[in-house]
């Protein structure tokens, strides 16, 4: 049996009202308060952001110049001149050129760019150094060796130990070199770095991000019981490579290098990607279902800033769904630990409130999605950072187009004048007595085949007469060419050096171009140098770690070992080491020479000549071992089957 209610007029309106007000609570989106940790992330933001706004625009006028195009008040200025809009590709040009030469320094054919080197062994570890001992002296007693002679027998068994070692170290570096290269390869590694060497030629500074662990489904194929291979998908930790846009990355404004202080990374999500993310190790479900709710209401859309010039140039939609893209910062730097508890994460982690921790920090909105220790060891970031031409002090550098910037505009003007001196002297210029002219015809419009009027009564000249415009094309081609000359010089990248055949003098010959090519490549090996120390050998070293740490790496794979990059030492000259190689073979193949070298010291010269070509040397060269024994075989034939030298 229900009960019945009596409620007045104006108790009915109160009730309607507090449901409207119930309803539309409950349509607005949460509020939620802004979090220590995030406001500290959005505090570094704004200031990364304004310290960031003259940078953008170097940017971008260095993506104009490589691309070949007028800025937008540039070319009005040039349009409203009446002159032509003709833009010379000198700048994009040398990128190119100098984007294939570094690809072709750090991608040789059949080496890697980086090589791992065990750490010297100057003392044995203590337990192998005791149990040698104790083996020598009972040795000793057993043999009746006398014990005055222990210490020398100790000393030789010291070194023969030492080198056993040092070849059993080699060989864990060298199969941690095989894994580490199958996780670059795996990772993306080659096109990321292809997009990342674009930039160093482009921008003022190039950034590459890595390794990135994620999960990753992968692919594998059992046999079935009756044949049949069943396909299975696992999980497995993964590690990735990232270009990241210059225009996408902002360092603290007091950083000079990558690992000084903290910077701001301006990622980008979807809503499927956030909805993959939850419940995933280290990021907060709960905060990741705000930002979808907040998503659906505001967007969270270019929330961080505009970019639409940047997307114009890159040729990028500029349209976007509101629905589509979840803007986002990725903070990487150190935090205290007090924000790091208020957040949640747990105090086995973070034991002193007080100390600062170095954390990789996702914020979306107000919401802190990720808040993670860097896995490193020593808490290094896994941002690289190298430039074309570093600047002390800076964390921007100068960027190509920025050092051929004059150069360029010089170019275009002696281009534009040729062209607009071209047209004018197509045609001849008339004059006609102003008697003839037209009612209302005004010109002052300077163009081929322009009619001037003149005033027949105060002249002496006919009534109609033509003068032709004088023609400077050969001196403003001139003008042009000087230009595109000095681009080379202050540049160090000479045409000749990418299959041009504008040099003179010393480039007609082959040993005056070898001594030209090592001449200019010094630029080139600046930079390869700032790429090895700058990304090179830290990104490795942090793939070496993640190796170390990873339980399913075998133990024959690690050890003690420290990266080197090679690019800098051994592929600038692995060309023209090989073609002296090859000369010195050519020289050597005679009989006196012979006799001095030995079969021995002919096999190591050609084991260099074919170790440094695409040709593996272990299929062709035999070994020391191997040597021997033909030899020894061709002395038991007799002397009348030993090959003669001149052979």
């Not at 054919?109 to 002296?137: K, M, N, Y």
């Not at 071209?422 to 009612?439: E, F, I, L, T, Y």
Request: a negative charge; charged letters at 25%; glycine letters at 6%.
């Amino acid at each position: 049996m229900g009960i019945l209610l009596k409620a007045n007029a104006a108790q009915l309106q109160q009730q309607d009202e507090a449901r409207m007000r119930n309803d539309v609570e409950m349509s607005r989106p949460p509020t939620i308060n802004i979090s220590s940790l995030a406001a500290h992330v959005q505090q570094c933001w704004e200031s990364a952001k304004a310290n960031k706004i003259e940078i953008t625009t170097r940017l971008i006028d260095c993506l104009y110049r490589k691309k070949g195009e007028y800025p937008p008040e540039k070319l009005k200025q040039i349009q409203k001149a009446g002159v032509t809009t003709i833009y010379m590709q000198v700048t994009g040009n040398k990128c190119r050129a100098a984007k294939a030469w570094l690809s072709d320094l750090f991608s040789p054919t059949g080496d890697r760019p980086f090589t791992l080197e065990p750490t010297p062994i100057s003392e044995l570890p203590p337990e192998i150094e005791q149990a040698l001992v104790e083996q020598a002296i009972a040795g000793a007693q057993q043999y009746g060796v006398p014990m005055e002679q222990v210490e020398m027998l100790l000393e030789q068994h010291e070194e023969r130990l030492k080198q056993e070692l040092k070849e059993e170290a080699e060989g864990r570096a060298e199969k941690a070199s095989e894994y580490i290269e199958d996780m670059l390869v795996e990772g993306g590694w080659r096109s990321e770095f292809a997009a990342f060497i674009d930039d160093v030629t482009t921008f003022p500074a190039a950034i590459l991000k890595g390794p990135i662990l994620r999960f990753k489904r992968q692919l594998s194929w059992v046999e079935g019981p009756d044949g049949e291979y069943i396909p299975q998908i696992s999980r497995k930790i993964a590690r990735e490579f990232k270009r990241v846009s210059p225009f996408d990355f902002y360092p603290a404004p007091s950083s000079s290098r990558i690992n000084d202080t903290w910077c701001i990374e301006h990622v980008r999500f979807t809503a499927s990607e956030l909805t993959g993310l939850r419940g995933v190790k280290g990021y907060s479900s709960k905060n990741i279902a705000n930002v979808l709710i907040e998503h659906r209401y505001n967007g969270l859309r270019e929330w961080a800033f505009g970019d639409s010039e940047r997307e114009l140039l890159e040729q990028r939609r500029q349209v976007y769904d509101d629905h589509e893209i979840i803007d986002g910062l990725e903070f990487c730097g150190n935090v205290s630990g007090r924000m790091l508890l208020e957040h949640g994460m747990s105090p086995e982690i973070v034991t002193d409130p007080l100390d600062e921790y170095p954390v990789s920090i996702v914020l979306i909105g107000n919401f802190v999605i990720r808040a993670m220790i860097n896995p490193h060891p020593t808490g290094k970031s896994y941002y690289y950072k190298a430039c074309w031409e570093t600047v002390p002090g800076s964390f921007w550098g100068k960027a190509l187009p920025e050092i051929m910037a004059d150069t360029q505009d010089a170019a275009n003007a002696a281009a534009r004048a040729l062209i607009n001196n071209m047209s004018m002297g197509s045609g001849p210029q008339v004059a006609v007595d102003s008697s003839a002219r037209p009612a209302g015809e005004i010109s002052s419009k300077i163009v081929p085949w322009k009619v001037w009027y003149f005033d027949g009564n105060k002249s002496k000249n006919a009534g109609v007469s033509f003068f032709q415009p004088e023609l400077k094309a050969n001196e403003l081609l001139q003008v042009y060419e000087r230009f595109v000359r000095y681009s080379d010089e202050i540049t160090g990248l000479p045409s000749y050096a990418f299959g041009s055949d504008q040099g003179a003098g010393a480039a007609k010959t082959a040993s005056g171009l070898s001594m030209l090519m090592n001449a200019s490549s010094k630029t080139i090996k600046e930079v390869v140098r700032n790429v090895d120390i700058g990304v090179i050998e830290p990104l490795v070293d942090f793939v070496y770690v993640t190796l170390m740490l990873d339980p399913e790496i075998p133990k024959d794979a690690k050890g003690d070992v420290k990266c080197k990059a090679r690019g800098s030492d051994s592929l600038v000259h692995k060309e023209s080491q090989l073609l002296r190689q090859q000369e010195l073979l050519q020289m050597t193949a005679n009989p006196i020479d012979m006799q001095i070298l030995g079969m021995e010291g002919r096999r190591e010269q050609l084991h260099e000549v074919y170790k440094n070509g695409s040709i593996p040397a272990d299929r062709i060269v035999p070994t020391r071992e191997e040597l021997e024994q033909r030899l020894q075989q061709q002395m038991q034939q007799g002397p009348s089957e030993v090959p003669n030298a001149n052979q």
